[in-house]
């Protein structure tokens, strides 16, 4: 069994399902959405920061981003005080961030209260983790392409 810890070191944010409006909203500058859709524009850019985040903390990880079984994650939300969403929602948006598809990423989470607002993973995993390789291949020639068409 596999196992590999870290932590996001800043307040953790749920899981937004983004609506047609807000996904428009993620490739506009502040003042292209303008005065009207500024709160809107700042959400979806806080979110997307913190989602970014979580993607490049995991990154430094070896771990399978697209598991087909035997993956487990449990996540602890450390809120800075009591007024916070559904706890569900912030695992959820961690399994998002971590992993190409979450429909086979099993878990759990617990949550605290600390002065510290952070978020701690720890994902178990039974597999091996394919190394990341890379091949050039060169590019075809057009009398390549011939010959294989004709």
């Known amino acids: 069994m596999n ?4 932590t996001i070191p800043v307040k953790p944010l749920p899981y937004k399902n983004l609506t047609r409006d807000e996904r ?9 959405a303008g005065p009207a859709m500024a709160a809107d524009w700042e959400k979806v ?3 997307n920061l913190y989602k970014q985040k979580i993607e490049t903390i995991s990154l430094q990880h070896e771990y399978p981003r697209s598991p087909s079984k035997g993956l487990h994650m449990h996540v602890d939300i450390y809120f800075g005080d ?4 559904n706890p569900v929602n912030y695992w959820q948006c961690v399994a998002v961030s971590c ?3 979450s429909k086979h990423v099993a878990g759990s989470f617990d949550y605290y ?3 510290t607002p952070r978020v701690e993973i720890i994902i178990r995993y039974n597999q091996e983790v394919k190394q990341r390789t890379t091949t050039t291949k060169q590019p ?6 011939k010959a294989k068409a004709f």
């Open 3 to 6: 196992e590999i810890k870290f």
């Open 24 to 32: 428009y909203l993620m490739g506009m500058s502040r003042n292209q």
């Open 45 to 47: 850019q806080a979110y």
């Open 82 to 85: 009591k007024k916070h969403g």
């Open 99 to 101: 992993f190409k598809s």
């Open 113 to 115: 209260y600390d002065d």
């Open 140 to 145: 075809e020639t057009i009398e390549d392409w």
